[in-house]
């Protein structure tokens, strides 16, 4: 009786994680108010980012940085966003225009490595 009690909890706790397990849509995440948060995916080559301007809606937004070829840290003025090497960083954001820039020191070209994210 034990074992079969026990089998059926384990069964019904395996059901209850596979409910919960529902997927959200790739590429969001869930925000505070229950909402789905903007990801911007922001690539870094060596003297570069891939994009030359990011668009997202005002509110909350996760970065997400990947270094593509050498190795970055990103910070966009006027946000407290800074991420170093790889990671993600999330931040609420109203409308504007912002300046991405890579702030490690990656060699000639550096100082030219920004990019552009607008808000809307």
């Known amino acids: ?28 995440t869930e925000g505070d108010d229950g909402g789905s948060a903007a990801v911007v995916d922001i690539g870094a080559s060596n003297w570069q980012f891939d994009k030359e301007g990011y668009t997202a809606p005002a509110g909350e937004i996760t970065f997400n940085l990947t270094n593509e070829e050498g190795v970055h840290a990103i910070e966009i003025e006027g946000t407290d966003v800074a991420i170093e090497n790889e990671g993600s960083a999330t931040a609420t954001l109203e409308a504007g225009e912002y300046t991405i820039k890579c702030i490690l020191p990656c060699g000639e070209g550096h100082e030219e490595m920004t990019s552009t994210l607008t808000v809307e």
């Not at 059926?8 to 397990?21: D, E, K, R, T, Y």
Request: proline content about 0%.
């Open 1 to 28: 009786m034990k074992k079969a009690l026990l089998a059926l909890m384990v069964s019904l706790f395996i059901l209850l994680l596979a409910a919960c397990g529902g997927g959200d849509e790739a590429g969001a």
